[in-house]
């Protein structure tokens, strides 16, 4: 299986916290920079962070500070902490390489946040 598979999704209030991982194969996860996508219903999706070459991180201000990736090289697992959720989080969240190949999409994983 060549698509990651990315999990920890779910339904929390704001102001609170989940951790989102993604299951990566090995040449997906060893040969690129990744990162962890976002789609609302409606609107188009968007890089919310990215770990690259000597884990160096990479986040959009709308996220920053908020959000931690990190990845377990042994595991070949991203993750995605986010802290201090905001209905605007509410969205399908993926995992791929920095820029994306179409073939990497996976089914993603829900978050919805509540006011």
């Known amino acids: 299986q060549v698509q990651p598979v990315e999990t920890g999704g779910g339904l929390v209030q704001a102001g609170g916290s989940l951790r989102l991982s993604c299951a990566a194969s090995?040449?997906?996860?060893?040969?690129?920079?990744m990162g962890w996508y976002r789609q609302a219903p409606g609107k188009q999706r968007e890089l919310v962070a990215s770990?690259?070459?000597?884990?160096?991180?990479n986040y959009p201000d709308s996220v920053k500070g908020r959000f931690t990736i990190s990845r377990d090289i042994a595991k070949t697992t991203v993750y995605l902490q986010m802290y201090s959720l905001k209905s605007e989080d509410t969205a399908v969240y993926y995992c791929n390489t920095v820029p994306y190949v179409n073939a990497f999409w996976g089914q993603g994983t829900q978050v919805t946040v509540s006011e």
């Open positions: 090995g040449n997906i996860f060893l040969f690129n920079t």
């Open positions: 770990i690259g070459r000597g884990n160096l991180t």
